[in-house]
């Protein structure tokens, strides 16, 4: 099976260890992904936007990146509904039957993260290990768009060591929302200062989520308010392991020795 990393922009611009997480995650599970170079913004932007023929070459530049793979996996729910649902009706806006094929052909194997390693793998342990307390947020598109349902749940619990526990109004949006976050900043943080609350009352020390735009918003005021809770991509959670943990675990402090003085030729202390 030929598998492809659609990476998405903001992995690529400000997560690039989320990517990388995926691919470590993947190859793990015996396969062997491919990053190919010329892939570029899903379009989602322009979409939700209202700019939909500008649109059309950012979809072109896509299906064209990734034609010929068996299966296309993105760590973003967001930007696999793109893919899936919003592609189509931009090519079928441009009247460019040969782009509607293109789409018809690509848009169905573009698999967010969960859904390739539960629906297309079968597994839901994946070898993970992350002994901490954690609350999974699940991001609007991953369930209203693409209906992922239970899938990163089912992977979390899977997870040696990790304590899970329930985020209080799960479902309700975090309020980033892409541009909806620049246009309406204040209804945006005051949805987002929700879901903050929210994780603080769980007592989690980890919030998980599949995509990071949705963490970039919740984490910058959970930072903000010194919550001392961190946010983490499903991803590197699940690209975590024991021997992993060990290696990143620092070193037992060894007790330093002040090193002997020495004479100079002077019979200074040098």
Known sequence: MRVALMVTCVNDAMFPET???????????????????????CAQPMVNTGYLDEAVPVVRTFVDAFAGYDAIVTPSGSCAGSARHQHGIVARRSGDRALERAVEAT????????EFLVDVLGVTDVGAYFPHRVTY????????MLGVCDRPRR?????????????????ECCGFGGTFAVKNADTSVAMGS???RHVRETGAEVMVAGDNSCLMHVGGLL????????VMHLAEVLASTEEGAVLAAPAEATPVQAPTPTSGPSGDVA
Do not use: N, W, Y
Request: glycine fraction near 8%; charge should be positive; aromatic fraction near 2%.
């Open 107 to 114: 848009s169905p194997k573009v698999h967010e993260l969960s």
């Open 155 to 171: 992977l979390l619990e899977a997870v040696r060591g990790i304590r899970l526990v329930d985020l209080p109004g799960a479902e």
């Open 194 to 196: 929700d879901k903050a």
């Open 19 to 41: 990517g990388q997480a995926v691919v470590r995650l993947l190859r793990r599970l015996g396969v062997d992904v491919d990053f190919p170079a010329a892939q570029t913004c």
């Open 223 to 230: 930072s903000r308010e010194r919550s001392g809770v961190r």
């Open 137 to 144: 947020h699940p991001t609007c598109h991953s369930l209203r």
